[in-house]
């Protein structure tokens, strides 16, 4: 089910194991100023979901905001085929002759703008991701960029040590290497992100962190500098 975070923000988990690390899974799901809805990184579209979404409003916006988030876009474009979609470049080819489909850049478009900033991160040639922040609840969207597991399991604790997100914040270890010919692009990503007055992350994966995000996603990249 769609859980109340903020007044114009809902999310709703499931849990994910890939090769047996608990990444979990998360939609998030904002109340733009004119009542429509802008649906970020749809999973399953249940019966009970798709009902919860239509009471809170038209979905105006489906967005794919990074790589692998398109596997139930189908499933989200079947339900809602009148709403919008908005895809990362790499994504957009395979839904561009759908009407009403469009690639994400670095601004927000009309849909949204009035509510939400964005930026197409760049860390790197294997990443893929844009990343939003809605001003009214002051939080921020991200993908894959950075997460946090917390998952007893074995294979999560072992994994999720290696990449570097074991019970911290942070972007996948290997994010440092493949940005070493990039690090002022990354750089300036990272700045675009501080420059929004966020408090609250809310990534695809892993755990939200509530409060104190701003300061919690400047120490996960204080690398760069
Ligand atoms: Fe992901």
Redesign the pocket.
Known sequence: MLQKIDDTLWIAEDPLRIFGIA?G?RMTVIGLPDGGLFVHSPWEMTADRKRRLLDLGPVRSIVAP????DLYLDQALLEFPQAELHAIPSLFGRFASRPNTFPLSDSPPSSWGEAIEQHAFIAGPFHSETVFFHRKSRSLLL??LCFRLEDRGGMTRLAGGVLGVYQKFSPTRDIRLWTLGERRLLRDSVERVLAWPFTRIIP??GERIPENGRSAFEAAFRWVW
């Open positions: 990444l899974r990074g790589r692998f988030h993908t894959d695809a994966h």
